[in-house]
């Protein structure tokens, strides 16, 4: 009989629709990504691209197949969106479709990684001069949305520095905001197997933030974790849980943007069995519809959570 280990689960990718494929997928790049994989639909007019750091001497998975990594960003097309001037993707940061907040990349010199990036007219939400937070900045995509970035190493430690490699950055997070920081602590941790790796308690601000990853188990060795890939925020917002009528939206519904996250595992079918016995809601169960090969499971605040095969452990591996 079939078995699954959550140990040997990875927050596989967050998917985002993009309104402009070569945009996107030249934005990213300057921050350093790589197209590792790419699904082409053009029955159904839509494309899949898959973007990752995969230097092969720096990147944390180097040349790893996809579904064998953590950090992966899926970009999802339909086509004829980039020629319809009035197609607008929400980036999930205001109403309405306030839900998912942003995805963040860590980098070694945050100083000389903003200015290269200025250089290159990205535009940000914050630069790093703005505001009192000096060691975190937001660029805007093509499409509006949020990347934040963040220094792997301290920011007082590399102000001087003047250089940056794209080959030492991770896809370090994704930010979703939850309703119930409780409940969804829970979801992710007892039925989806994270662990919770860092807490960051704002009372003064009335909010708090989570950090958790795969694997099960393993907690943060020190630091804040800015080295690592796959990890995933929770943003909660004092007081939402008491609000009968609150809720985020989770970008599958009017507006779009914002998709959902991915979790490869050991085994698809024993690990959909296992969150069948742990009581969670689905979006499409393995035997729902033709595709056999993937299952969406739904999070308390009704995000979705794609769930496939690592081919790694698929018949003795690749």
């Not at 200025?118 to 499409?143: N, T, W």
């Not at 929770?234 to 609150?246: A, I, Q, S």
């Amino acid at each position: 009989m079939a078995s699954t280990d959550p140990s040997k689960y990875l927050l596989n990718h967050s998917m985002l629709r993009v309104k402009d494929p070569q945009a996107s997928t030249t934005f990213y790049s300057l921050l350093g990504m790589k197209q590792i994989h790419k699904i082409p639909n053009p029955d159904n007019k839509f494309d899949l691209y898959f973007l990752a750091y995969d230097d092969p001497t720096k990147a944390a998975s180097p040349q790893a197949h996809w579904t064998d990594r953590q950090g992966v960003l899926e970009l999802t097309h339909n086509y004829g969106s980039e020629n319809d001037p009035s197609f607008k993707i929400a980036n999930g940061n205001s109403d309405p479709g306030k839900g998912f907040g942003h995805v963040c990349v860590s980098v070694d010199n945050i100083q000389a990684a903003c200015t290269r990036l200025e250089k290159a007219d990205v535009k940000f939400q914050k630069k790093l001069s703005d505001g009192r937070m000096r060691h975190i900045a937001f660029a805007l995509d093509p499409d509006g949305y949020w990347v934040e970035i963040v220094g792997q190493n301290p920011a007082d430690k590399t102000e001087e520095v003047t250089t940056t490699d794209v080959g030492t950055y991770r896809f370090n997070h994704t930010m979703i905001r939850v309703k119930d920081h409780q409940k969804s602590l829970d979801f992710y941790q007892k039925k989806m197997g994270m662990t919770l790796v860092r807490t960051h308690e704002n009372p003064s601000a009335e909010f708090n933030l989570y950090f958790l990853g795969y694997p099960a188990g393993e907690a943060l060795s020190g630091g804040n974790g800015s080295a690592r890939e796959g990890l995933l925020e929770l943003t909660w917002n004092y007081g939402t849980e008491k609000d009968e009528k609150f809720s985020y939206h989770n970008g599958n519904t009017e507006p779009q943007g914002f998709g959902h996250i991915c979790i490869s595992v050991d085994d698809l079918g024993a690990a959909c069995e296992r969150f069948e016995k742990e009581g969670v809601e689905w979006k499409k169960r393995l035997t729902d519809g033709r595709m056999k090969n993937i299952a969406f499971v739904l999070d308390p605040d009704g995000y979705w959570i794609e769930v496939v095969q690592n081919e790694k452990f698929k018949n003795g591996g690749f």
